[in-house]
């Protein structure tokens, strides 16, 4: 069991989302950084497709009641067990009794927390993740309050021997972090000077060509008026070459619309089914961890790419993470 001794900013246990309900009007919410989601739960021996605690800006301080293998992946928030920094993207082992808690952020804005045996929480619809606007999913519906006490699901096999093998390690220290991480590859550089790759929206060439040229050539600030639905975005003002009427159609994570005031907003994890704005571009899948690591006040840049080039980096990465979790199983033999 984990004792949840402050709450943080925004803490929520989220999983890779509610899928098949959105012809019913309910979104499919979810982590917002689902490479660092998946790493985290491989590292520790789960599915993929477990939960895990989503950190936003200010983590939790969280006390363990109980011997347990954890990773956390996604953005540096300084992350120590019992005063003592721990590195994030690696297996660790963490003794009964000791204190997890999160200080300054380094860099990104976004960390999961995974455990061995996943977080015991119930599924609606299919799903874990927490809807904080419907008030379903995760931890009774919200986000975890000082005093909350999650329960945590039975290891698998391998994890408990991993846990084993690094308790014995550790001692008499309060916890023991594997020699062995994630490659750099696979870890997202949150640099504020990498840009966002992106593909033609269905509505791209009814913009003029120098709102096209901005939206390529300028960037944005992320709005403080920002939150889990959508990143407003403040630069450029992109315009319609003629104002039109358009049908709502349905929206994906990364959808970038241009509203009539021409500041673009991007689509995250618990966007609206349906859209009736201008759709400029679509973030490609490989980049939205850059997207959600993206904190108010920073400027997004964007490079247009092709279907195809977005595709063979879609393609690549999967490949990457598959080669991850062959290798994690041969290590934890």
């Known amino acids: 069991m984990i004792h949840v001794k402050k709450a943080g900013l925004l803490t929520t246990v989220q999983d890779l989302g509610r899928y098949g309900f959105q012809k019913h009007g309910v ?64 297996p660790i082992f963490i003794k009964k009794g000791s204190e997890l808690r999160f200080g300054s952020m380094q860099e990104g804005c976004r960390a999961y927390l995974a455990i061995a045996g996943g977080y ?27 005093g909350d006490q ?8 391998e994890s408990l021997e991993l846990l084993s093998e690094l308790k014995e390690y550790a001692g008499a220290n ?50 403080t008026q920002s939150d889990r639905m959508g990143y407003r975005l403040k630069g450029a003002s992109l315009e319609l070459k003629h104002q039109e009427e358009m ?45 959600a690591q993206l904190k108010p006040g920073e400027e997004a840049a964007f490079e247009l790419i092709t279907h195809e080039e977005a595709q063979k980096l879609f393609i690549e990465r999967e490949h990457m993470i598959q080669q991850l979790a062959q290798g994690i199983k041969l290590k934890y033999r």
């Open 120 to 146: 015991d929480v119930p599924l609606v619809m299919n799903s874990s993740s927490t809807y904080l606007r419907a008030g379903i999913g995760g931890y009774q519906g919200r986000s975890l309050e000082k």
């Open 174 to 223: 309060s916890f023991q972090a594997m020699d062995w991480y994630a490659a750099s590859e696979l870890v997202p550089s949150h640099s504020p000077d990498e840009k966002i790759r992106v593909v033609m929206g269905r509505e791209y060439d009814s913009f003029t060509e120098d709102s096209k040229q901005a939206f390529i050539h300028s960037s944005f600030k992320v709005d």
């Open 27 to 90: 979104i499919t919410s979810g982590v917002m950084d689902p490479e660092a989601h998946r790493i985290a739960n491989l590292l520790v021996g789960n599915s993929m497709q477990m939960p895990t605690l989503e950190v936003t800006l200010m983590g939790p301080v969280l006390e363990f009641h109980q011997d347990a293998l954890i990773s956390i992946c996604g953005g540096h928030l300084s992350p120590m067990i019992n005063g003592e920094p721990v590195g994030n993207w690696r």
């Open 247 to 291: 049908i709502s159609e349905a929206v994906a994570f990364g959808t970038i619309q241009v509203p009539a005031e021409g500041n673009p907003i991007i689509l995250l994890a618990d966007r609206q089914t349906t859209g009736g704005y201008p759709r400029i571009a679509q973030v490609a899948s490989v980049d939205l961890s850059k997207v």
């Open 150 to 157: 999650l329960n945590i699901q039975a290891p698998s096999a």
